[in-house]
């Protein structure tokens, strides 16, 4: 099974329809919440909290979910996983309300906090040859390019023809099809040691520290920064954060290793990945916003025209995956962040009127860098450890992705926002002055994105030499 021979690459296919089912759920929901709204008479708080409650869970379980993976079964817990997700939009479909809404996304968050972190596991575990992991990396990762390029387009489509609650209803028969496939051919991995105890109280410590930071910027959106219940929800965060790092020095068997901090390639990978989605979660949204909200362009329109870069970012996925088994992770990572770092500043010259076909292959690049990128660090960051900690790896992985998303998404909100007048319920069409607000913003957080990719790409090439560094003196390294 492990040689790569068809069941393992079956095994990749069922693991990457998992990840594809949890990115498409946010992008799918997102199109349709005018419509939400409407139907269930939701303010645009309601209509927040829709998006945000399936965020939460999902971003403050997921080291949890990842970890438990690594002590009772990683086939089990994936499996749960689609489970839970599967039950979650059933119950969001026939929602009569908006508070059985919400506990709905609840439910569905649980989903992808545990077959996420499972199907990268997976995947560590099924693929001992480093070249073919890559690969399968690269496949995993196209699932989510792939969802983010089919995601408002196909919401739009949805929504126009079949009604929102099959936004959520879509998802039932997948997955249905997912844990049938899934059953047979993932392999029944042990657990890794058999028979450690599960650190509670770390669970209980990071949830906190992750629903609470997460919670306060995503509210920091509309209240401010600076407002108390914002202020309030970052002091519990960060006072959990800390006593997550006391608990877990003590603990015999930790959630999170902090000792894999020490590790300057996984401490590499990790900040690649929050910023890599800290920009381009952010540019998938907000160019959205852009094409619907200043140009007047319908979701399904928009969802095209945003399209590209999910495309690129699709095929540039695989493609990175067989570069990195030839030349190892760091070039295409530097190079990946690099051209996604200059072709997102390229999208400086946008104003009000600039059609797709001025800028699509920005578009093109930006999806193509990141693409590009996003095997490396994710291959760098599973590496780092060896299989029995796989679970803890990639669930610390995929939590600062997750966290990078969520935080793009307020902190370039905020610029995008900051001078428009009134940004409407539901994303309404703006009038002319508040277009052109629109717009300079956007420009704002395009140069700090594009910034903030470059000068990730100069940290991973610093901790790079280090790392290197360490290796030509084998007493620094633990075992792995």
Same mark, same amino acid.
């Given at each position: 099974m492990r040689t790569g021979g068809s069941r393992a690459w079956l095994t990749v296919?069922?693991?990457?329809g998992g990840l594809f089912l949890a990115v498409l759920s946010t992008t799918l929901v997102s199109v349709a919440l005018p419509a939400i709204g409407r139907g269930l008479d939701a303010s645009a708080t309601d209509l927040q909290w829709v998006v945000d409650a399936y965020v939460i869970v999902y971003a403050s379980l997921l080291v949890a979910g990842g970890v438990l993976g690594d002590r009772v079964g990683r086939k089990g817990v994936f499996l749960l996983g689609v489970g839970l997700f599967a039950a979650g939009a059933l119950g969001c479909g026939v929602a009569p309300s908006v508070p059985v809404l919400l506990a709905g996304r609840v439910v569905q968050g649980l989903g992808p906090a545990?077959?996420? %972190? @499972?199907?990268?596991?997976?995947?560590?575990?099924?693929f001992e040859d480093a070249r073919?992991? &890559?690969?399968?990396?690269?496949?995993?990762?196209t699932a989510s390019?792939?969802?983010?390029?089919?995601?408002?387009?196909l919401g739009g489509v949805v929504v126009a023809g079949l009604g929102w609650r099959w936004v959520f209803l879509l998802n039932v028969p997948l997955a249905?099809?997912?844990?049938?496939?899934?059953?047979?051919?993932?392999?029944?991995?042990?657990?890794?040691? %058999? @028979?450690?105890?599960?650190?509670w109280g770390g669970t209980v410590l990071t949830t906190v520290a992750v &629903?609470?930071?997460?919670a306060g910027i995503i509210h920091g959106?509309?209240?401010?920064p600076a407002a108390a219940s914002v202020l309030g929800a970052f002091a519990v965060g960060v006072a959990a954060a800390a006593a997550l790092v006391l608990w877990e020095r003590r603990c015999r068997a930790p959630l999170v290793d902090l000792s894999l901090f020490a590790r300057p390639a996984f401490v590499a990978a990790n900040v690649a990945a929050l910023v890599v989605f800290f920009s381009f979660v952010g540019a998938i949204v907000y160019f959205s916003g852009y094409f619907q909200q200043v140009q007047g362009r319908t979701p399904v329109t928009s969802g095209l025209d945003v399209s590209a870069i999910g495309v690129a970012f699709a095929l540039a996925a695989p493609l990175s995956g067989r570069l990195v088994g030839r030349v190892g992770p760091l070039p295409p990572m530097l190079a990946g962040l690099v051209v996604g770092g200059l072709a997102t500043l390229g999208l400086l010259r946008l104003e009000p009127d600039t059609g797709i076909r001025a800028i699509w292959w920005d578009f093109v690049l930006?999806?193509?860098?990141?693409?590009a990128c996003l095997t490396p660090m994710t291959h760098t960051a599973l590496s780092a450890v060896g299989r029995a900690r796989a679970g803890m790896a990639s669930a610390v992985h995929n939590a600062f992705r997750q966290f990078g998303q969520v935080l793009g998404v307020a902190v370039l909100g905020l610029q995008v926002y900051a001078d428009v007048s009134a940004r409407g319920a539901v994303g309404g069409r703006l009038g002319h002055a508040d277009g052109r607000r629109f717009v300079d913003g956007l420009h704002h957080g395009v140069l700090l994105s594009g910034v903030a990719l470059l000068a990730a790409a100069g940290l991973v090439a610093v901790l790079s030499l280090l790392q290197r560094s360490r290796r030509r003196d084998p007493r620094r390294d633990a075992a792995r």
């Open positions: 296919g069922a693991v990457a545990l077959l996420v %972190p @499972g199907s990268l596991t997976i995947i560590r575990t099924t073919k992991r &890559a690969l399968a990396i690269g496949l995993w990762s390019g792939l969802s983010l390029a089919a995601g408002p387009a249905g099809i997912l844990l049938a496939v899934a059953a047979r051919v993932v392999p029944r991995l042990e657990a890794n040691p %058999p @028979g450690a105890r599960f650190d &629903a609470s930071l997460t959106q509309t209240a401010g930006v999806g193509a860098g990141i693409g």
